[in-house]
């Protein structure tokens, strides 16, 4: 099968979310390997892999705006470039959150309720797809992705620079993120719940 462009850009937000896994869960001193680390105060000390690691998320996160924006310009929509890329957005921002919470950075709950989220309103299209119904986004869950996206990559950098001025700006976008998850998790049902119950 011949790859279009959005199909490739996505493909290469995959193989970046695998190198992103990789740096953060790679046992670097346990293989006597040492990564580079710095103070940038007296009591913050920056691990050089977040960094690395926040640089790709940050390329990835770009990415999910530019395959689509490229399928819709020039009509290259495919039902395996949709697939794929569901599965890309799924793999990024989840498998990060649940890196960043098992490493005591975020809330556990945090990956809880996007995933549990995520699930459902992936269920809720798929009965809609059955009977021949498209489910159309909604802007909260667009300004959940926007906050969470950039929650993540303001915690691999380690907050900086609002850490400097003990602003938990991090904190706050993800908490919000969070808050829209829920709040778009019920639009959505309101808004097919005649497609859910058959009605």
């Keep these: 099968m011949k790859l279009n462009l959005p199909n490739k850009i996505t493909i290469s937000r995959i193989v970046m979310t695998i190198f992103i896994i990789i740096i953060l869960l790679f046992p670097f001193e346990n293989m006597g390997i040492k990564t580079m ?8 000390v ?68 996007i995933v549990t989220r995520d699930t459902f309103v992936d269920v809720v299209k798929m009965i809609a797809g059955s009977k021949g119904k498209v489910v159309a986004a909604i802007k909260s869950g667009k300004y959940k992705t926007a906050f969470l996206m950039t929650g993540i990559a303001l915690t691999l950098f380690y907050n900086l620079p609002f850490e400097l001025f003990n602003l938990k700006i991090a904190e706050a976008l993800l908490l919000v993120a969070t808050v829209l998850s829920i709040v778009s998790a019920v639009q959505y049902y309101n808004l097919n719940k005649k497609i859910i119950f058959g009605d």
Excluded: H, W
């Design 46 to 113: 920056v691990d050089i892999k977040y960094i690395i690691a926040g640089v790709l998320f940050i390329i990835a996160s770009l990415t999910d705006f530019v395959d689509g924006y490229i399928a819709r310009k020039y009509n290259l929509v495919t039902d395996f470039g949709k697939m794929v890329d569901a599965i890309a957005d799924k793999m990024l921002v989840n498998s990060v959150l649940i890196i960043l919470a098992a490493t005591g950075s975020i809330s556990a709950i945090i990956p809880v309720v």
């Design 37 to 44: 680390k710095f103070f940038v105060n007296e009591s913050l």
